[in-house]
């Protein structure tokens, strides 16, 4: 039983940040980087499955990032996980959610796991694509912001519970393998032990660029692309005091003054 974790390092803003020279993102001095939010309760559900089902269960935790990256795997490899895998190459500079699932779907062909789950979205861009994405192109069963999950090692099916808008609750059951994207709250991330940490730098971790997995950089070529990024300008609010009367006629000002009149 192998359950496949991929996890992202984000990029978290400073309160006071300043744009790139080609206005496209935020400048990298105004960053500080850590695990993705979501991917620490992956991590954990994984866990939990895997200590559940003893000595039969690996998990392996997976990144797309350079070096930097590294702490990011680290720091789930301190938590439990057996081994890790960082795949990186100069063309993923750019590459966008479907860059990244294509390039995920060949470690999981090459890693052949029963489960594979990653965080309901990322902290930074917030996209939730990359296991839609996966799971189409590996033509696995997906289920995204899992709130729950039943499933034991060796079962041809698992349930779980997704919440829905207005505050629903579905329950289904997907075949497996799949690609789960777990949302926050499903179970409470343990913190990593100095003793985790120790061991986590000892634990091995596999390097790999594109042509390790077959891939080119025409094969991970963003499909979109950032035109501009920039912080709005901040808007003004006024509270309304007085009588229900008051507050109306105040109110039909306010209407004249956006449409002009």
Not at 196 to 221: F, H, M, N, W, Y
Request: charged residues 30%.
């Amino acid at each position: 039983m192998k359950i496949l974790v991929a996890v992202k390092q984000v990029s978290v803003l400073d309160d006071e940040f300043e744009m790139r020279e080609d206005g496209r993102d935020v400048d990298e001095d105004f960053f500080e980087k850590d695990l993705n939010e979501f991917d620490h309760f992956a991590v954990e559900e994984a866990l939990l499955i895997a200590e559940a089902a003893g000595d039969e269960a690996e998990v392996v935790i997976v990144t797309v990032g350079d070096e930097d990256a590294d702490d990011a795997l680290r720091t789930a490899l301190a938590k439990g996980a057996e081994r890790g895998i960082r795949v990186w190459d100069d063309s993923l500079v750019d590459a966008d959610s479907i860059a990244i699932a294509r390039v995920l779907a060949k470690v999981v062909e090459r890693e052949n796991p029963d489960m594979v789950f990653t965080g309901a979205q990322s902290v930074d861009f917030g996209h939730a694509a990359t296991g839609m994405a996966l799971a189409g192109l590996l033509g696995w069963p997906h289920a995204a912001v899992v709130s729950k999950l039943e499933f034991k090692p060796g079962n041809e099916r698992a349930t779980i519970h997704r919440e829905l808008e207005g505050g629903l609750e579905e329950i289904m059951s997907v075949a497996c393998p799949a690609v789960l994207s777990i949302q926050l709250g499903i179970n409470q991330p343990r913190y990593a032990s100095l003793r985790g940490i120790r061991q986590a730098r000892q634990k091995p971790v596999d390097e790999l660029d594109l042509s390790d997995l077959g891939l080119t950089a025409e094969a991970v070529k963003a499909a979109s692309r950032v035109r501009r990024m920039y912080a709005p300008e901040k808007g003004q609010a006024e509270i309304i005091e007085g009588s229900v009367a008051e507050q109306a006629a105040r109110l039909a000002e306010i209407v004249k003054e956006l449409r002009g009149a």
